[in-house]
């Protein structure tokens, strides 16, 4: 969880296995999965995608290959969650549309 949710259950009174809550957490799990995809796509093949999230991973080099850059998915979906929730609050990066 993100304090954007805790932050959220508190300003709601949303306590844990209230279902509310519950419905509240899978609509934010939506929120953020889909603003990934809005920012890298949906289209696995697309290399283009892949190396905006290796930038966005601080990765270097850029891997020019597809198969390279899909070598990074474990760690994209470690930090895919903070990504999201911290783009806009990174002053000075950029990550594409938002």
């Known amino acids: 969880m993100s304090a954007q949710f805790y932050e959220l259950c508190d300003t709601y009174g949303w306590e844990r296995g209230d ?4 419905a509240a957490y899978t609509e ?6 889909q603003s990934f995809n809005d920012t890298y796509g949906t289209n696995a093949n697309d290399l283009s995608s892949w190396q ?5 991973l601080e990765m270097k080099p850029i891997p020019r290959i597809l198969e390279a850059c899909q070598d990074v998915s474990t760690t994209a ?3 895919a969650r903070a990504i999201i ?10 990550f594409g549309p938002h």
């Open 19 to 22: 279902d509310e809550r519950a």
């Open 28 to 33: 934010y799990g939506n929120a953020l999965s």
């Open 52 to 56: 905006n999230l290796c930038r966005v």
């Open 77 to 79: 979906r470690i930090f």
């Open 85 to 94: 929730l911290n783009r806009d609050n990174i002053a000075g990066r950029s």
